[in-house]
């Protein structure tokens, strides 16, 4: 398990005789689920949050009529629910789904919190606090990015500035984005239907090329 572990941002600076501990002290347990099982119920008080171990998670949420936002995605090593995990109190307002068939592991906050009270723990808490903070606001910047994307009036706008960071972010003007195309509507606030013939416009004016999930920026955007 620790040779697959280590590499987690959550788990980084973490040692073999850390993680040996950490598994004694903290309850944690995994869990798989099928492709589209809910992980974590809107409503839901929780007092662990996930990592995921392999798959793919999807947060979402459902407005009073039904209609689904994607609020982010979480892939391989990748932490999902921890502040609501860490205030406990506060019930869900998304949902956790499971995008693809996924492997969760599951670490109980309140452990983590309290395991300074057990004698033989070492120095590895502070150091998983740590790199959950870090975490913790590197997720509030992605949200803060959607924000941006969904501020913009038009669906080019959105499509635009979405692709344009994510050129960006992967350093190349072709790549792959985490959303089929139910998915990056959702994500971006949009029809299906009408972010299929923005994109088909925009390929047919040779400022794309796309295909599935695939993107390549020809043009400057």
Known sequence: MYNKIKNYPI?????????????????????????????????????EFGIVMSGAVMIVNHDFYGNRNVMGYVESGQLFAESYAMIRTEPLLVEAVAAKDS??????????????????????????LQNLLRMTAMKNLNLSRRNFYTSAKTIRERVVMYLSA?????????????FDRQAMADYLGVERSALSKELGRMKKEGIIGCRKNWFEIKKEL
Do not use: C
């Open 11 to 47: 788990f980084k600076n973490i040692n073999e005789n850390d993680w040996n501990e950490i598994t004694e002290v903290l309850n944690i347990n995994t869990k798989k689920y099928r492709k589209d099982e809910v992980i974590f119920y809107s409503g839901e008080k929780i007092h």
């Open 103 to 128: 492997e969760i592991m599951f670490v109980d906050m309140d452990g983590l919190e309290h395991a300074d009270k057990e004698e033989r723990v070492g120095s590895w808490r502070q150091v998983m």
């Open 166 to 178: 994510e050129a960006v972010r992967q350093g190349s003007n072709t790549f792959e984005i985490p």
